[in-house]
């Protein structure tokens, strides 16, 4: 991420820091954003920036060019898509989406 050079306001707009969506499945991966501002929120690194429309958003620092290099990713040569830890806990909703079908199925009480 690139620093505004405190010294020089003039060329501060000029030298804005930019980072590149990289998640895969978002709707803007590999879109260039400026950084409004990034900062732990929700309980997470986050970067929020403005889309096209003008709209303040924000998205993981984790989906963006901003993160550290995941480790796992690095060892495999980012020839894999997921991580073993992402599709763990996938299956881990999976089986519990199935569990509530089940029960709904056999007339058990839902939950709210």
């Not at 998640?23 to 929700?42: A, I």
């Not at 599709?87 to 089986?95: D, K, M, Q, V, Y």
């Amino acid at each position: 991420m690139r620093e505004t050079d405190q010294s020089n306001p003039a060329h501060e707009q000029d030298r804005r820091a930019e980072f590149t969506v990289t998640h895969p499945f978002h709707p803007l991966s590999g879109k260039v954003l400026t950084v409004v501002v990034h900062t732990k929120n929700w309980g997470e690194d986050r970067v929020f920036f403005y889309t096209d429309e003008k709209q303040l958003r924000s998205i993981p620092c984790r989906w963006t060019s901003l993160a550290a290099p995941d480790d796992f990713q690095t060892i495999a040569g980012r020839r894999v898509l997921f991580r073993p830890d992402d599709l763990w806990r996938l299956a881990e909703l999976i089986e519990e989406i199935e569990r509530r079908r089940r029960g709904e199925a056999s007339g058990e009480a839902r939950e709210v």
